[in-house]
């Protein structure tokens, strides 16, 4: 377990410390234009401004993708856009407020974002900065103008936490290089990687796929902070699609990410891994739909690592409970436990690593210029806290780093690198003999192991079920006669949080990680998960909405003899 947790601790190396500030344009342009609209916006009458905020996204990307051996897109990028955020009225309230009665939020998750000149000249810069920043104020005074009203003829709050905390504000430079690619050698990797998918008829729609993102976020506001911080994204993607007779929709996807092409996998391994997909997508195929299923499950490492986000994560976003349309399943249970005492669950964005692989969650601030910081959730069992950004609810009153949002939204409080541990461990072999043991102790005919599942969704509005759904795309029934184990498809896992995680008996001592990217109201951005296998004594699954439309009437071209 130490040396489990031991490769947790990776954080930022020394080699990514801030560097010293040079004289750099866009962030001269942002400071400038962010100290003369401050100054004369907070002087307004109707509604003064209280905070301005300007986060600027510089981007360059590589994208190269090909299907059966032939390159069919390639891609050099760069780009820069702008967000402003404007509070307009005071921290305790403001035009973020929450309008009530009417099951939407008092103001849209989307905002309007600008694109700013890839070049550094001030003028140009400084107006598209100008332009925003007018349309923003204009939008903030009208909301706040709504939420004045919406607060005069409704009742009270349960949760009367104002509307905005206090951060420091640093000062900090570190701007990340887009890397060396050698474009060459990607071309012929995803030539002859996609190639493979060639001779195999039932494979309708495959790709592989090549990309790196460098993100430098530059960030300044009226407190006085001044952040520019950059990340690097790589990934190589595989995906195979087919459809069976009954018109059921089933893929394979296997992603590695790393922060550097260098890390990217030897193509051998690649190979070896798509050949095992090619294997499973064909037992899939082949598999009888299944029917709704109640009995013992594990969950392997991967796939708990997106069940621990998606069913418990998304409901310890801090915004969720102070929302009178949210469900606020934990909001009162802080210090009582929710899940077995064996387990706890902290999120911390400043792990760079876990053990060799790259956390694709890490950051060093986050998008409201705190600094990232360690959140701890569960405790041995007992909730602590929840992600906060600097939106206070009751009992947390400031941010700890996890106010995160993608281009063109507003910020909320969101995952970063979502880590569960156990020390309540067994090696995946014995974990699975115990799955056969509750299996007979159920009377059940087998059990199910779950090796992948993508993410479905998981409800937080008060107005619906608190339940969750996730896709399972690849698992196994498990007999406890010995028989080989026959694949699964067709199922959704579902049920409801408290009820779920209660039935947690023990874990694997096989920590992995996941890798992705989260879709929510403040839009899409990168994540990671880390967990052990967990074992279930009762999970319920339900079959998968399907298209129902026919497979192609022919068999691809060049799978003919």
């Excluded at 993100?215 to 595989?238: C, L, P």
């Excluded at 461990?425 to 059940?444: N, S, T």
Aim: a negative charge; one cysteine or more; aromatic letters at 10%.
């Amino acid at each position: 377990m130490k040396k489990l947790l031991a490769a947790v601790l990776l954080a930022f190396p020394c080699a990514l410390g801030a560097q010293p500030v040079p004289s750099d344009p866009l962030l001269d342009a942002m400071k400038t234009e962010l100290n003369r609209s401050a100054v004369k916006l907070k002087n307004a009458e109707a509604a003064p401004l209280y905070y301005l905020e300007y986060e600027a996204y510089d981007k360059t990307s590589y994208s190269l993708a090909a299907q059966e051996g032939s390159i069919y897109s390639e891609d050099d990028r760069r780009g820069r856009t702008l967000d402003v955020d404007v509070r307009v009225g005071s921290a305790s309230l403001d035009n973020t407020h929450e309008i009530k009665g009417n099951n939407s939020s008092a103001s849209s998750d989307r905002q309007e974002a600008f694109t700013l000149p890839i070049e550094n000249d001030p003028a140009p810069l400084r107006e598209e900065i100008w332009n925003l920043t007018d349309r923003a104020y204009k939008a903030a005074e009208d909301q706040y103008a709504k939420v004045k009203m919406n607060k005069s003829v409704t009742a009270d709050e349960e949760d009367k936490s104002g509307d905005f905390s206090k951060a420091p504000a640093d000062n900090f430079y570190d701007k990340s290089v887009f890397p060396a690619i050698d474009k060459a050698k990607f071309r012929g990797m995803v030539r002859r990687l996609s190639d493979k998918f060639k001779p195999y008829d039932f494979i309708y729609d495959s790709d592989v796929r090549f990309t790196a993102d460098t993100v430098n976020r530059y960030m300044v506001n009226s407190d006085g902070a001044s952040i520019v911080t950059g990340n690097t994204y790589v990934r190589f993607i595989y995906s195979l699609y087919t459809r069976t007779k009954d018109g059921m929709d089933l893929s394979r996807v296997k992603i590695y990410d790393s922060d550097t092409p260098s890390e990217m996998p030897d193509e051998a391994v690649i190979a070896k891994d798509i050949d095992a997909s090619i294997a499973e997508l064909k037992a899939l195929g082949a598999a009888a739909p299944e029917e709704p299923y109640s009995g013992p499950v594990i969950l392997q490492s991967r796939a708990a690592g997106v069940f621990f986000h998606e069913i418990l994560g998304h409901r310890l976003e801090g915004h969720r409970q102070k929302s009178e349309e949210s469900g606020q399943t934990f909001a009162k249970k802080v210090g009582q436990p929710i899940m077995p005492d064996f387990l706890s669950v902290y999120d911390d964005p400043t792990q760079y690593h876990f053990g060799p692989q790259f956390l694709r969650g890490s950051y060093r601030y986050d998008d409201e210029t705190v600094p990232a910081q360690k959140a701890v959730l569960v405790e041995n069992g007992v909730l602590k806290g929840f992600l906060m950004s600097r939106s206070p609810i009751k009992n947390f009153p400031v941010s700890n780093g996890h106010g995160r949002r993608s281009e063109g939204h507003r910020v909320v409080a969101r995952m970063g690198n979502l880590v569960a541990t156990s020390t309540k461990m067994v090696p995946y072999a014995e974990l699975r003999k115990r799955l056969i043991a509750e299996v007979k102790k159920a009377g059940k005919p087998y059990g199910l192991v779950v090796t992948d599942i993508a993410g479905g969704f998981t409800i937080t509005e008060r107005y619906l079920p608190q339940s969750f759904s996730v896709n399972v795309t690849m698992g196994y029934k498990v007999f406890p006669d010995g028989r080989p184990d026959e694949a699964v498809r067709g199922l959704n896992l579902i049920g409801t949080p408290l009820q779920t995680f209660s039935r947690i008996l023990e874990t694997g001592d096989d920590y992995a990680v996941f890798n992705g990217s989260c879709g929510a109201e403040s839009g899409w951005v990168p994540v990671s998960s880390v967990a052990p296998s967990l074992l279930f004594s009762e999970m319920e699954t339900e079959k998968v909405q399907k298209s129902n439309t026919k497979p192609p009437v022919l068999k691809p071209p060049f799978t003919d003899k």
